[in-house]
């Protein structure tokens, strides 16, 4: 592995100097080429190692592995779980078929897809409504409830499945139906709905449950074409844009908006107006974050960004990245993005683990190569997996696309 330990070299947060830092890398125009696969494309080995880590570590039931140690000898309890990560697994593992162009794990997503439905996905109330819960005992809280984020992330990962015969629609509807019961007048989502105290708890925050309902709603609406499901996602993403703009360049860098903003983008659902608004969102989104990525090929944590050597979080932010790529119309800033993307993908390519029974896995530090390191930061969780994995399918994409490789 690398050499992790040198000093690190950062650019300012600024976006003049984004731009006098990448204006210097050249790019050199590839012979574009039609791929029925992507076995010839950039990361497809890193891929398939990775997807392979979730295909072994699917239990017989549909539940995944949700945490390993990088020294197999080292066991782990399998008590800790979560539902939202579970779905959001379950997402990378359709988003493979898709960008990936191979079937090779559809089965098993059948069957996680399944085992999560009949263990999370409830019947809520009398009206049709269905929620995602989160259960105590598997994340150590206190009361049991459903999170407007694991619905959200749900409706992307299972909406797929009515069209092959492996969900009712009404399932997917009612899962809408909770969402749009749990979306303020402002656009953004509450939190969680409290078993225990029978109502919605407007009181707590969680920075990404806004984008994840809206991502879940997007696809919700491909699926089943309801005005009520696209002006809902509409109103979220808008909510976020609006609150960004006052934020400037603390503005939190959320993936699941900029996912749903990319769908909306892509297939036309917004006026030129609020196109405008969500385009400036994202990019308000990207500057500060692409500032913060070190760019000196000689630093060990290349591709990185400051204080920030997370693969979960880092995957997480090339998925946004890519999506915030088709969203931007100014062919330098696409530069930047493209250039950011590469060189934090590579960063990746060099975190995972390579050989042995825990290869393809991703743990909860690049510094796991270290010694010395906290015991956690050796730990490989499912959902580190997924957002590396689901990461690099994005960019492969855009590889595919642009055939600057």
């Excluded at 996912?259 to 006026?271: R, S, W, Y």
Aim: hydrophobic fraction near 40%; charge should be neutral; proline fraction near 3%.
């Amino acid at each position: 592995m690398f050499d992790i330990s040198a000093p690190s070299t950062y650019i300012p947060v600024i976006f003049v100097s984004i731009v006098l830092v990448y204006v210097a890398f050249l790019y050199k125009d590839a012979q574009k080429h039609t791929h029925e696969n992507t076995v010839d494309l950039p990361y497809y080995t890193e891929i398939a190692t990775s997807m392979e880590y979730i295909g072994r570590n699917i239990h017989e039931n549909g539940r995944f592995q949700y945490r390993k140690h990088i020294d197999p000898e080292i066991v782990i309890e399998d008590d800790l779980y979560n539902s939202l990560r579970h779905a959001g697994v379950l997402y990378s593992m359709y988003m493979y078929e898709k960008y990936g162009l191979s079937d090779k794990y559809k089965e098993e997503r059948f069957t996680a897809s399944k085992y999560f439905i009949d263990k999370y996905v409830k019947k809520f109330g009398s009206k049709g409504k269905y929620v995602v819960i989160s259960v105590p005992e598997e994340e150590q809280l206190r009361i049991k409830i459903a999170k407007s984020g694991s619905a959200g992330v749900a409706l992307c990962a299972l909406s797929n499945l009515y069209a092959e015969g492996k969900i009712e629609l009404g399932v997917l509807q009612g899962l809408g139906e909770f969402l749009l019961s749990m979306q303020s007048p402002e656009g953004d989502f509450y939190a969680y709905y409290d078993f225990d105290k029978k109502k919605i708890n407007k009181d707590a925050e969680a920075v990404f449950y806004t984008g994840e309902a809206a991502a879940g709603l997007v696809y919700l609406y491909e699926t089943d074409p309801q005005e009520k499901w696209l002006q809902a996602a509409k109103n979220a993403v808008l909510y976020l844009a609006k609150t960004g703009k006052d934020l400037d360049l603390e503005t939190p860098f959320d993936s699941w908006a900029a996912l749903a903003i990319e769908k909306l983008f892509k297939d036309k659902l917004v006026t030129d107006e609020e196109k405008g608004i969500l385009r400036n969102y994202a990019e308000q989104m990207a500057i500060p974050m692409m500032s913060n990525q070190i760019t000196n090929r000689n630093n060990s944590y290349y591709g990185a960004f400051k204080d920030n050597v997370r693969p979960c979080s880092l995957g997480s932010i090339m998925e946004g990245l890519a999506s915030v790529y088709f969203c931007v119309e100014n062919k330098q800033f696409k530069r930047l993005i493209f250039k950011s993307l590469s060189i934090g993908n590579l960063f990746l390519s060099k975190v995972q683990v390579k050989t042995g029974e825990q290869a393809g896995g991703l743990p909860n530090s690049a510094n796991w190569v270290k010694p010395g390191v906290t015991p956690n930061a050796s730990i490989i969780r499912i959902d580190n997996v997924q957002h590396v994995v689901t990461g690099w399918l994005k960019f492969q994409n855009i590889l595919k696309i642009t055939g600057n490789y």
